[in-house]
């Protein structure tokens, strides 16, 4: 099968959250010469092991423990983040930032919660 990822240009009729990977990982903001996804090397069965093993079946793994999940209230992947925390048990917490994508969460420093994070590890890392 072809790889899959990202198109080589934009023509401005692409979803959004193509729009939001391709600023990111196709230009300096994000771009790697050994990038899965600035160079497109992700192919069609790269994914079978999670299409395989439903990573939320194993939340209750991880809870009891705290958990603070965080996405962005434009983020495509935002529903990934809901899910996980309607399947947790508490304590939990889910953060939505407003009018941030996916990828604002990587290196937008204005947008990043630092001090929530900040406060979250310093309760609950004793």
Known sequence: MAPQGLPKEIKGNEPQF???????YKT????????????????ATGQLGLMNMPILTYIKEISPRPI???????AHSKYFSEDAFKAAAEPKE???IPNAAHVDLYDKVDVIPFEKLETFFKVNLK
């Open 18 to 24: 193509v729009k939001d990977y391709f600023d990111y």
């Open 28 to 43: 300096k903001r994000g771009f790697h010469e050994r990038s899965i996804n600035s160079n497109g090397a992700w192919s």
């Open 68 to 74: 603070l999940l965080i996405a962005g209230e434009n």
């Open 94 to 96: 889910l953060m939505i």
